[in-house]
């Protein structure tokens, strides 16, 4: 089946710059802490620094490497550049000459970084938005947000957006039709009077929703696409 819900908006940010990014941005996934700056200075050519610390930014902020990594609003090169004492921030444009370099570079960046493949992150993810499914009435599109916000925030890299699409949609209609078989269920006197000790619901007798509901992983954390 067909996975159409993200937004035009949200197809456009995917991985991408969908504009300049603001001051705020640029300080919370741009400054080079101690770490990268020593890493971009030991770069023998100007140009190769330069890339190299638009590279840690980018994947920081979007959560992936950019396959033109050299492709960045004009705002990021000149941030960057600053940091890095380079007065000419146009030499960025000489960065992909060697794809080999950026290669280089990128594994350097998710070794410093500790980034992770997707892979390693299906299943806590599949269990993040199951529990949000039962904790919340979000939509897929709000549902899809979170999920890239989790990536981020865990350092995993973003797969394509299709699969990403697909999992939500896929762990969302699986949490639902689960809820529904429960709400449908029929009752019986002893599963009302089910204990709660450790429920989280206090001292009182637990509907079968909530019983139900109580063993699902729970997720109620802020989200926004690019948070760090």
């Not at 921030?89 to 570079?105: A, D, I």
């Not at 206090?202 to 690019?226: C, I, K």
Request: aromatic share 8%; hydrophobic share 40%.
């Amino acid at each position: 089946m067909p996975v159409e819900y993200p937004s035009d908006a949200q197809v456009a940010r995917y991985g991408r710059f969908a504009g300049e990014p603001s001051v705020q941005e640029l300080e919370s996934f741009f400054r080079l802490d101690t770490e990268a700056l020593e890493m971009a200075r030991s770069k023998r050519r100007s140009h190769n620094r330069l890339g190299w610390g638009v590279q840690w930014g980018t994947v920081r902020m979007l959560g992936t490497f950019l396959s033109e990594p050299a492709a960045v609003p004009t705002s990021v090169a000149d941030f960057v550049a600053e940091q890095l004492g380079i007065d000419d921030p146009s030499c960025l444009k000489l960065y992909p000459e060697r794809l080999p370099t950026q290669h280089e570079h990128a594994r350097e960046i998710r070794k410093l970084l500790k980034l992770r493949d997707f892979e390693e992150g299906d299943l806590p993810l599949r269990e993040y938005i199951a529990g949000r499914v039962w904790v919340s009435t979000e939509g897929p599109r709000a549902l899809f947000d979170r999920a890239v916000t989790w990536l981020l925030r865990n350092r995993v890299l973003l797969p394509g957006m299709t699969p990403l699409a697909y999992l939500v949609a896929e762990v969302r209609r699986g949490e639902q039709a689960l809820i529904y078989s429960v709400a449908d269920a029929p009752v019986t006197p002893e599963f009302r009077t089910l204990p709660v000790q450790g429920t989280g619901f206090g001292n009182r007798t637990l509907t079968p929703l909530e019983a139900h509901g109580a063993a699902r992983p729970l997720g109620a954390d802020s989200h926004h696409p690019n948070a760090p």
